[in-house]
């Protein structure tokens, strides 16, 4: 646009077609009327938030200044940011010691004036120009000729600038100030990534710190739950061996019923971020399958009785070995079974098999209750899903917690279901390879 040398008067010559067109690349004077930006506290927020101020050299960025030194054939190149004071150093090729180490000039630069517009500064000669005779880069190092672009943020800011310097006057060619200005816009991309790595990186921080507030949160009212459940437990196991008849017997039903469903949640609420994120720890021990089903059927076979629910165990003689955490594995099976039972009427039956399959065993868990419509069947194992059948109890964690203890064993878990006709969940356990002496 306007003429920085003495061959080119401070005055729009070219028509602006728009940001690729050659007019916001050609040489710009210093218009003494233009506000200086420096010290605006917008623009100071926004060289804040680059991330890049008082930052060690970076290889990403090193790179771009070394290219531009290689493409332009320019002796010093550098990415600069400029606050209120001084001109820091993100970058640089090509300059000597101290100014190398120091990585900063303290008052006045070049990119002070970089910074007053969005177009780039083009300086074939330096000695033309009485405002730049007191810069330190011309008195220290002997510039005679800059080629600035400014790095303008997506808020419209200008931060510093990514700029050539020559020790000899010379005439910038469009095609050496269209090559800084593609690295330029490199050098901001490359600052842009940063910042969303930044954010992305507080935002998991964030998530932890609250995953562990929901853990901490969990312990303690898991705690303070267990205690006095635990007391209504054994009263209604003392007053189980007593002479209840009738309607006190009911009650004492209920009361069992509704302590077992409250330590089944508490369980669901504890088991639930220790199974986050794969950190769920296994104490895998070897247990004949066979009696990890019939000891995980004995448990349940309480609460299906008082519902009238038959409860049936089905395995072959021989079984294999599996290794597993014998706790966690009675916690799946309990939720299954369970599950089985609550969507089971009197009379009905639950078949709980094992059967061998070539490295694997697999359980399954039968009921013959109302059934899963298709449409929620892809849903069963989501965290906190209950259906919409009105009156549902529980947390919606069973399953997910079920599915992902049978997941870090290294098997799977799937259902199949009809409408009317009842649902099969069934898993894999890996058997344990027995190795010859």
Same mark, same amino acid.
């Given at each position: ?9 401070? !005055?729009?010559?070219?028509?602006? +077609? ?46 771009? +200044? %070394?290219?531009?030194?290689?493409? =332009? ?5 550098? *990415? ?78 200008? =931060? ?35 910042? /969303?790595?930044?954010?992305?990186? %507080? ?30 437990? =054994? ?24 302590? &077992?469903?409250?330590? !089944? ?62 706790? %966690?594995?009675?916690?799946?099976? /309990?939720? *299954? ?16 098999? !094992?059967?061998?399959?070539? &490295? ?5 868990? /039968? ?5 899963? /419509? ?33 997941? !870090?064993?290294?098997? +799977? ?25």
């Amino acid at each position: 646009m306007s003429g920085s040398s003495p061959h080119h008067p401070s !005055a729009e010559d070219r028509p602006d +077609t728009g940001p690729s067109s050659a007019a916001a690349h050609h040489r710009r004077g210093l218009d003494p009327d233009l506000a200086d930006l420096r010290h605006d506290p917008h623009r100071l927020a926004a060289v804040r938030a680059s991330g890049l101020l008082d930052t060690p050299p970076e290889e990403s960025f090193d790179r771009l +200044t %070394r290219l531009a030194a290689r493409l =332009i054939h320019a002796p010093a190149t550098f *990415l600069s940011v400029v606050d209120d004071e001084r001109e820091f150093y993100k970058s640089s090729f090509g300059f000597p010691e101290p100014i190398a180490t120091i990585r900063q000039v303290v008052g006045t630069s070049f990119c002070e004036y970089a910074i007053r517009s969005t177009l780039p500064l083009v300086l074939d000669d330096v000695t033309q120009f009485p405002e730049f005779q007191q810069i330190p880069q011309v008195q220290e190092l002997g510039v005679r000729s800059y080629l600035g672009v400014p790095l303008v943020t997506d808020s419209g800011d200008v =931060i510093g600038s990514f700029c050539a310097v020559d020790m000899q006057t010379r005439t910038w060619t469009d095609i050496e100030r269209d090559v800084m200005v593609e690295l330029a816009e490199s050098a901001l991309r490359e600052m842009r990534l940063r910042l /969303a790595l930044a954010r992305a990186e %507080r935002g998991v921080e964030s998530a932890q710190r609250t995953a562990r507030s929901r853990e901490q949160i969990l312990a303690v009212v898991a705690h303070d739950l267990r205690t006095p459940l635990g007391t209504v437990m =054994i009263g209604a196991h003392i007053l189980a061996q007593s002479k209840l008849a009738g309607p006190a017997r009911q009650v004492l039903g209920s009361v069992t019923s509704a302590a &077992t469903s409250m330590a !089944a949640l508490i369980a669901d609420l504890t088991n639930a971020p220790l199974a986050d994120g794969g950190r769920l720890p296994l104490d895998r021990q070897p247990i004949q399958a066979d009696r990890l089903m019939r000891d995980s059927v004995a448990v349940l076979g309480t609460v299906a009785q008082r519902q009238g629910i038959g409860l049936m165990a089905d395995a072959c003689d021989t079984m294999p070995i599996v290794a597993v955490d014998y706790e %966690r594995m009675l916690r799946v099976f /309990a939720n *299954l079974i369970g599950n089985a039972i609550k969507f089971s009427t009197p009379g009905m039956t639950v078949h709980v098999r !094992a059967r061998a399959e070539a &490295t694997m065993v697999r359980f399954s868990i /039968a009921d013959q209750g109302v059934g899963i /419509a298709p449409n929620d069947l892809p849903r069963v194992f989501e965290r906190f899903w209950r259906g919409n059948e009105e009156g549902r109890i529980g947390t919606g964690l069973g399953l997910a917690i079920a599915k992902e203890i049978v997941e !870090a064993h290294g098997g +799977t878990l799937s259902v199949a279901s009809e409408v009317g006709a009842g649902s099969t969940f069934s898993f894999t356990v890996p058997v344990v390879v027995q190795t010859s002496t």
